[in-house]
């Protein structure tokens, strides 16, 4: 696992939806401890030094909340459309009687998702507000993704739309 450490060359960048105008934006906080500033509207969050532990990321830089799960730092609609396109040469192969095409196209691909997964760094992704936090020091205690964990906050979410609109 790749861990990044604050007084590396890279600069944390932070992509999140602006809790107060609800545009998705993103923002390079510089030192790393910075406020976090949505660039369309006059909200920011400086609370910094909080958000660490040392040099490790403990908390969402937008939300402050301590649950972040580590992501590979990899678009997910790419990863879709290079599975898709595995499977439509692979397939295309097939319809032509190569079968050795076909398997050799399926683990070329699969090889390159290999070498993709392995050179890849990690980003932490905040569960309550889906904050990316990308090249930023991170520990390698922070968990992978967890179904239960993103399903309470969801229904959290939910319950809180669901009380908002009653009040209303």
Known sequence: MTVCRLNETFVMQIIFECPVCQKRGSCTPQPAQAAVRCEFCEWSRDEGAEDFD???????????????WRQKDFPPGLGLAFVGLGGLLSTIAWAKHEPNWALGILMGFALIDLLLYTFMSDMLVCYRCRARHRKTAMQNEHPAFNLEVSERYIQMKKRQDEAEQARK
Not at 54 to 68: A, Q
């Open 54 to 68: 040392g040099e490790y990321c403990k908390r969402c830089r937008v939300c402050g909340c301590s649950d972040l």
